[in-house]
């Protein structure tokens, strides 16, 4: 918790993992998907692996043809029987690849639309809770690695599998003594495959988690490293940094130690059936029980189910692992959304919190039976010492959070219950951060406003006061971040205001926005803001004191809840906790207030032709849930 009581973004809960049972449904609705590509997959492998059983019991008839002194045409004709069943089953083998790899490209495409889109529809709280590093690692390593399953070992797998069922069957179809005693003493296989089987998803889901929490803390590390550098926590990162390093080990350890278990056993166990059919053949043949060919080709069969057992073994710890990914990548389905599109629509503009009480997690409620109202137009300071919980009824208005008890409602709807895109047209947070996405001037912009022309886009960004863009080469089709121009932070929130401005929201939630900017910058930004402002409801959350000075209202948080509440000059005359506030910021400069306009910009009514936003277009520090 911050010192806001705000909730941590490095640890918290993770998100979902599926169940079992979830993740088989999941398989079967990605087969389904594409069920002719399926059936046309198990066809060609299943003619594949007959091609392949006939040239053990041909050279068995061979030996027979030598036994019984045929001539060599016999030999020649069954050696040619031989070659053409090697050259089908090439053939056959290469063409079920092909249609595997098609198949397993195409499903890898809809596991990856369906994550995206799964991971767009997350509340920003569901991730923050979470941790960034949790949902990156899934997305960057669980879906590769199922993918790569799908397209690479999924088809040989299944190639492998009917090729040792078929081997099993000719061997008990041509001598029922030789093929029983094999399955027997192949019975090491299975029972090493299910030893290990009972162990590796819980080892290797372990692993995954510990992954997780590697990258989640790499990266908290990364991206607070000025702040490490400054208070001398190098030692302290160093240190959680190897614990968790450390766990990732055990897990890596822990899974490998299945596999140096699993293979010598299953080495062995190929060894065991193929000593005893000769043995026991040799000893048949004697009492005329079978022929000698019947054993040879008894023999072959069990050397050669060793190879499509290998495949599917050696490829065991990748299905494994790729089980384990898919069942991190499917655990999204189980994770919080946003609410669907459509739903009740607001009647009016006033925001209403009635008996909100509000924390993070497991722990205590930060804000205690809060009400406040905030009237349309009107400009409202949240005030208050550090801990008071500013931030996290800021985070309520914008619906980012649900509150545990109570309401907070606009036009008589909970906000938390309004979609992101009429949201977004209703209220919407600006804070310290803003995100400049690597792409052009115009994408960033259309984020806010799918459907805004160029000469809207131009406004909106004249009514903020950014007049650098007309200077770029390419206007609004210059790039910017990586690869592109890069912008500074006065730039970056004249962006985000301009998103704003194009969303059209009556009520903008600000979080101390020009905090982080040099005194320069600040006061174009403030220029910016004011642009911006004129018009709309305004709630400020005053970190520093002389934003309140010239709000309409000033609300004094402390421990959770509203003690006061008025003009700044009646709370300053009453001399109660606001007014022991402000004569500590007496000094300071209390003109810097809320930012005023000459003329508002231009206005669109919440339920105007506003086209739809690209799912997840949350851009930071200008939309509703964005974190300070």
Request: with cysteine; proline share 6%; hydrophobic share 50%.
């Amino acid at each position: 918790m911050t010192s806001d009581g705000q909730p941590p973004t490095t640890t918290g809960g993770r998100l979902p993992v599926a169940s079992a049972a979830a993740v088989r449904a999941a398989a079967v609705r990605l087969v389904r998907a594409d069920a002719r590509a399926f059936a046309c997959l198990l066809v060609l492998n299943t003619a594949a692996a007959g091609a392949g059983l006939l040239a053990p019991w041909l050279l068995g008839r061979v030996v027979d043809t030598v036994v019984a002194g045929g001539g060599t045409a016999g030999v020649d004709r069954l050696a040619a029987a031989i070659a053409g069943c090697a050259l089908a089953q090439t053939l056959l083998t290469r063409y079920a690849r092909l249609v595997g790899h098609r198949f397993g490209e195409r499903t890898s495409a809809r596991i990856r639309e369906r994550f995206v889109t799964r991971a767009l529809a997350l509340p920003v709280s569901a991730v923050e809770r979470a941790g960034t590093g949790d949902l990156a690692a899934r997305g960057t390593s669980d879906v590769p690695a199922v993918s790569g399953v799908l397209r690479d070992i999924a088809p040989d797998v299944l190639i492998a599998a009917l090729q040792a069922a078929f081997v099993v069957v000719a061997v008990v179809l041509l001598s029922p003594p030789l093929g029983a005693l094999g399955l027997v003493c192949l019975l090491g296989v299975p029972l090493a495959a299910r030893w290990y089987l009972r162990r590796a998803p819980a080892a290797y889901l372990a692993q995954g988690e510990t992954h997780s929490a590697l990258a989640e803390t790499i990266a908290a590390t990364a991206a607070g490293a000025r702040t490490v550098e400054a208070l001398g926590l190098r030692e302290r990162r160093a240190a959680a940094t190897e614990a968790v390093a450390a766990e990732w080990r055990r897990t890596r350890e822990r899974t490998l130690l299945l596999r140096s278990v699993l293979f010598p056993a299953v080495d062995v166990s190929y060894v065991l059936p193929v000593v005893a059919v000769l043995l026991a053949g040799g000893a048949l043949v004697r009492h005329g029980s079978v022929t000698l060919g019947a054993v040879v080709a008894c023999a072959l069969y069990l050397r050669q189910l060793s190879a499509p057992l290998d495949a599917i073994l050696q490829r065991l710890e990748s299905l494994q692992g790729a089980r384990a990914s898919f069942a991190r990548v499917e655990g999204l389905a189980a994770a919080p959304s946003a609410p669907p599109p459509g739903g009740p629509v607001p009647d009016g503009d006033r925001i209403e919190v009635s008996g909100v009480r509000h924390g993070y997690g497991d722990g205590p409620d930060v804000l205690h039976g809060v009400r406040l109202s905030v009237r349309p137009g009107e400009r409202l300071a949240l005030v208050g010492p550090s801990g008071a919980g500013k931030s996290t009824l800021g985070r309520l208005l914008v619906g980012a959070d649900r509150p545990r008890e109570g309401t907070v409602t606009v036009g008589g709807v909970p906000v938390a219950d309004l979609d992101p895109e009429r949201l977004r047209r209703h209220v919407v947070l600006v804070s310290q951060e803003h995100h400049v996405f690597a792409d052009s001037v115009r994408d960033n912009l259309l984020l806010a406003e799918e459907d805004a022309s160029d000469a809207e886009l131009l406004a909106a960004l004249d009514a903020v006061g950014a007049d650098w863009v007309a200077e770029l080469p390419d206007g609004l089709g210059t790039r910017l971040g990586a690869g592109g121009l890069a912008v500074d932070g006065a730039a970056a929130q004249q962006l985000a205001l301009a998103r704003v401005v194009l969303a059209d929201p009556h009520t903008v939630v600000l979080d101390e926005a020009t905090a982080l900017l040099d005194p320069l910058s600040a006061r174009h930004t403030e220029r910016a803001l004011a642009a911006v402002l004129r018009g709309r409801a305004v709630v400020a959350i005053a970190h520093r004191l002389h934003t309140a000075h010239d709000a309409d209202r000033v609300a004094v948080l402390d421990d959770g809840r509203i003690t006061e509440l008025g003009t700044h000059d009646a709370l300053v005359a009453a001399g109660g906790p606001y007014a022991a506030l402000w004569r500590t910021w007496h000094g300071a400069d209390s003109t810097a207030a809320l930012p005023h306009a000459a003329a508002p910009p231009p206005r669109r009514s919440p339920s105007g032709n506003n086209g739809p936003a690209r799912s997840g277009d949350a851009p930071d520090g200008v939309t509703p849930g964005t974190a300070d």
